[in-house]
């Protein structure tokens, strides 16, 4: 995704918050790990996870939802 | 690489119900490709663990809601074993192609871990299970709305501070909905809805001229129950109580440093028994394969049936059975059956908590249904069940026990602590310090804490409360592994008493 991209999503999705304020993340992320112990392998794997966080700000009031299920509905995120 | 176009592509199908397979018979179609297609792969054994998490947290302070976060996710989990080694691969992506790259990563990773083990990895029997069970709770927190539990925690906030001398008041309220479904190779199919609450406060009072101030927090503990447990809690009671508390203990006297017999209330003794007992028997600790976070453990396999815990009164039970437990389940994520077992019995060291897995790994030690990850995209693993401290057929009651104190205190409530990486000399504080003198209360003090080694302590047990007085504390989030995983665990226990421990001024200067 660009950084274009990205902004055309925020803008989206503060219109539908109809708040001064919001931020949107977005992140996919591979992340593979190996753990020894005793020179065994124990807890090793690959994890591939797409996911989104918004928050907005009210003044001081902040909220903040994340997950995939979210991004796609922008009023919701909100 | 990921595109926007399939990025979005996976979120709105979200958003369309299609990632929310909520349909048994999704899951299950689901899970027979996956386990199809690992058995094709050559996995011994293969299972898979689709969930949604859903966490809600709101927090105040000061009559403000400062936050609210909600967190959803939902995705699966493929497990396998392969030539005596695990693999496993995860995602949120439960396009066809994806599970098959999913299986195929963890058939990988397997094979990889197979080339450079040093042992296989063997698995305790287990049957074939299908059930569908729900923790016990009333009211779904989710369906409350967030105006309502705003209220809550703003009357707290107003009770708080409408105590003279309390300056400031946080407060927070969490709940969290597990939807879990797991299938194995054996064919096991298994879906488990679970529930957890916890709201809590801290109160403090400030004494600006001395530049002091004390805190003091709820004594609520978290629980495998719905709303039904926020709502019945007095929590606008407690907090002025606990507002009164703070501004005593601002006035109150330091504890003399010395020996004192203890009397500990469930809302303190939990976090002892936490970590005096409940992670020294964790067999992966006590084997060396696990050290993060809490350490190893003095509690050796060659202690096993013979160590001398604690005195006869100190008999510590494991168990995932218990109603409202924050660990309780009906299967755990290898498929095993909950259980509930003696750890400590009559003060002796008897068995470990251990899954599948472990159960060969020290001779006579059987697998009890301890593998839980805390997640769909995390590895299963050993953690830690509900632990806690029978009281059997006591019939002492807390008064009794204090009655026979010449020179004591009574704690209630955690506060910090500390033990070393063997779960053998340790240190706790408390929310609540009373002294006892001849077996009656009679001020509370401040800055205490006890400090003792692990046997010492447990041996220093000469009685505990009749099983009416019991209570359950816990940990919303406990802990764990490399990458680190959180477990919610409980323990309860009836007041319990101790002689002769040594008590510490935690404010006095050098």
Redesign the interface.
Known sequence: MTRGEARELTRDALEAAELPEISIQLSYRKHGFLRFARNQPTTSGLTLVGSASGTAWKGKRKATVRGGVDLANAEKAA | M???RS??A???????GQ??AAEKSDRDKLADQALELAKKAGAAYADIRISRYDNQGLFTREM????????????Y?VRVLKSG?????????FREK?LAA?VA??IE?AEA?AA????PVRLAPLKAYTADWKSGYEIDPFTIPLARKVDLLMGVNEAALGVKGVSFVSSYLRAVHEDRYFASSLDSRIQQDVVRSHASFQVTAVDRAKGDSQSRRSLMGPTQRGWEAIEQYPFVAEAEQAGEEAVAKLKAPAVEPGEYDLLLHPTHLWLTIHESCGHPTELDRA????ANYAGTSFLTPDKLGKFRYGSKWVNMVADRTQPHGLATVAYDDDGAPAQRWYLVREGVFVEYQTTREQAGLVKGVKAHGCAHADNW?S?V?QRMPNVSLDPLDSKLTEQELMADIKKGILILGNGSFSIDQQRYNFQFGGQVFWEIKNGKKTRILRDVAYQSRTPEFWNACDGVARREEYLLGGAFNDGK???PQSNAVSHGCTPARFRGIKVISTGRKA
């Open positions: 990921l595109t926007r990025f979005l996976v979120t709105a199908a979200a958003s369309a990632l929310l403000q809601v400062s936050n609210v976060v909600a967190d959803s996710s939902y995705g989990g080694a695990w693999g496993f691969a995860a995602t949120n992506d994806e999913a990563s963890a990773i871990n450079i083990k040093t042992r084997l060396g394969y696990e995209s590895v693993f592994g490399e990458p």
